[in-house]
């Protein structure tokens, strides 16, 4: 896409038209009319793109799984069953390639003792065109997998494979071998395997008081506008480190691009038995279930299009702009009707309330709350919003010619200028564009720990979070779960206090200009906050209380109460918490005395906090590879 731009600016340029161009585009008002005028612009200097993608095909799936083979006889079962994955999705429709696909994945999971997802591959592999020649290995493991969930109709199984044991292309020694082996299986007792420990699945907490105004929160939280801090949340009462101050549902939310063969592309979660999307390579599905709830809500429209947009080299946020608009409209039916609605809050006179729902409240799954956020736009410089305006432009080109999102009725062909007339195509577009400004200052991270790290899983749309402002040193921490994200206090927050997340640039890890440059650069505005204002140093140069002028019975007391803080770092990062089913309790009680005796800044309150925050991400989205290949066999 930036080769694209770069091309339009080198026409332009020629033209000598640049300045012209830049007065009129600085003068236009709306996003539709920004968007609307890009598109003119990819007409007028031929600059439309030119697009392609990856579509499925028998050669790539079999190249895909041979490299999955290689990686398996490694011993990397997890990365196989990746490979495996994407073989599958390249692979046609009810072809022998992705029957052999199914096969060769379900052996990584039998490896794995990922036992019922090998049976579900099992099935499927035997439901296309396997060959026969194979299909005694198959009854095989699936025999050996009913054995080790305890399941007596294993017999059957191991039966099934005796009776296609002819069809094997074996010598005469190792078809007897195998015959014996099999019969060995028949004759044993059925008996149950015990399986390796799942992780504990942590219950998502509950709100005890919930909020009036905002579904989602504790009635803990207000929300407040000034002209200086815009909207923003603040404490009604005492709040205690630990307490859950909201548990909210993102809108809509996007897979990262490199996690399509590992996690579902509608719910995120960590499958390893994914589903393929029946017509692209770009969507893979940890359910039938998702697949249909996907294809319903956005990937009917996206199906024929994210392909070319990642082949143009469209960043996520442009992915993800594109979505929030088919979700949008997709859910309203009638374009028409939203944009009357889009423009009632266009017009609200209260910036508080604005983009609340007609009960009076901010819903998180209603898209006029995400719409009412923060866009930055007067603050954008005439290079940034229409570089954002081109982007817009060529997703909705290409939505156009390969997608119905406008109406079946449009010719797919339609000459650009035209489109640019098009009212329905003006108004998605304009969204689009409108998105593409919500998004850096607002869309949070979904998060996955994986070892010792954090990992992005995917992108969620937040309205809620969104309102909070940016500390270097934060008073709140979020938590990824499964379909939510849990907001927790970190420390002792006063009533009438702000509530303070950190956009990604704390104080002890980055040194005050250059988070002062970053914040400037996307949020637009120059943190004040406490770290920034009195220079707090880097981690490695923070004060411990023992250097304060703390009385020695104060000392003495931390001392006491810190006792177990180095044991609770070794079981937070060996993973064992429930070890010790009071550890979160006493650390919270830890943070309290610090805040009690302690000046910050102090290189104790944030060792517990980040032991704090490791806890939490431990009950939260795990991905649990093996750190080293499966063991081969002397």
């Known amino acids: 896409m930036e080769e694209l731009l770069s091309t339009l600016n080198r026409r332009i340029l020629a033209t000598k038209e640049n300045h012209e161009l830049v007065n009129r585009f600085s003068k236009l008002e709306t996003d539709e009319e920004r968007m609307t005028f890009a598109l003119k612009v990819l007409s007028k200097y031929d600059v439309l793109p030119n ?92 025999g050996l ?85 815009g909207r923003h949340l603040v404490a009604t009462r005492k709040i205690k480190p630990g307490e859950i101050l909201a548990v909210e549902k993102p809108f809509c939310s996007i897979l990262m691009p490199e996690n399509v063969y590992t996690h579902c592309s509608n719910c995120l979660q960590v499958s390893w038995a994914m589903h393929p999307c029946k017509y692209c390579v770009y969507a893979m599905y940890c359910s039938e279930t998702c697949k249909d709830q996907a294809w319903n809500e956005y990937h009917d429209v996206e199906c024929g299009v994210v392909g070319s947009l990642l082949n143009l080299q469209l960043h996520m946020q442009g992915l993800f702009g594109m979505r929030l608009a088919i979700v949008a409209t997709e859910k309203t039916k009638n374009w028409k009707e939203l944009k009357i609605k889009l423009a009632k809050i266009d017009h609200s006179e209260d910036p508080r309330t604005r983009g609340y729902s007609e009960d009076g409240k901010f819903h998180s799954d209603q898209y006029s709350s995400l719409y009412s956020l923060v866009t930055n736009t007067d603050k954008r410089s005439v290079q940034d919003l229409f570089g954002r305006a081109f982007n817009a432009a060529c997703i909705t080109y290409v939505l156009s010619r390969e997608s119905d999102l406008f109406g079946k ?22 969204l689009i564009l409108k998105h593409l400004q919500i998004i850096p200052s607002n869309i949070h991270s979904f998060g996955e720990l994986r070892g010792l790290e954090n990992y992005e899983r995917g992108a969620a749309a ?39 997340d950190n956009y990604g640039l704390h104080y002890a890890l980055t040194v005050k200009n250059e988070r002062q440059e970053k914040l400037r650069k996307q949020f637009y505005f120059d943190c004040e906050c406490r770290p920034c204002r009195e220079e707090w140093p880097l981690y490695d140069q923070l004060p411990s209380y023992q250097k304060q002028s703390l009385t020695q019975h104060n000392k003495n007391r931390l001392n006491k109460v810190l006792q177990k803080h180095h044991r609770y770092i070794e079981l937070a990062y060996d993973g064992k918490i429930e070890n010790d089913p009071n550890m979160l309790q006493n650390l919270v009680k830890m943070i309290e005395l610090l805040f009690d005796l302690v000046e910050k800044p102090c290189i104790e309150i944030n060792k517990v906090v980040e032991t704090v925050k490791r806890v939490y991400a431990l009950q939260g989205n795990r991905f649990d590879v093996p750190d080293k290949p499966y063991p081969k066999k002397a």
């Open 145 to 229: 997998c009913l054995t080790a969930l305890g399941r007596p109709d294993a017999e059957l199984s191991f039966k099934e494979a005796l009776n296609w044991l002819d069809k094997m292309s074996l010598s005469e020694e190792k078809t007897k071998k195998l015959k014996n082996q099999l019969k060995t299986f028949i004759s044993a007792p059925c008996a149950f395997v015990e399986l390796p420990a799942t992780p504990i699945e942590y219950q998502l907490p509950e709100i005890i008081s919930l909020n009036k105004e905002v579904p989602c929160a504790s009635d803990a939280l207000a929300i407040k506008y000034s002209k200086e801090l």
């Open 51 to 142: 697009y392609e993608s990856k579509y499925k095909n028998s050669e790539e799936s079999t190249k895909l799984r041979e490299q999955g083979n290689r990686v398996f006889i490694g011993g990397w079962d997890y990365k196989a069953v990746e490979k495996y994955s994407e073989s599958i999705a390249y692979a046609i429709e009810s072809s022998e390639e992705l029957a052999l696909a199914y096969a060769n994945r379900s052996a990584a999971q039998f490896r794995m003792e990922k036992y019922e997802e090998s049976i579900g591959d099992i099935d499927r592999a035997l439901s296309l065109n396997y060959p026969d020649k194979l299909k005694t290995k198959l009854f095989e493991r699936k």
């Open 409 to 430: 009725e449009l010719p797919k062909m339609l000459d650009t200028d035209s489109l640019a007339e098009n009212p329905k195509v003006r108004f998605i577009g304009g």
């Open 462 to 500: 937040m309205p809620f979070y969104s309102l909070i402002n940016h500390s270097c040193d934060p008073n709140v921490t979020r938590q990824s779960r499964p379909k939510h994200i849990v907001l927790y206090a970190l420390y002792p927050i006063a009533e009438g206090e702000q509530i303070f």
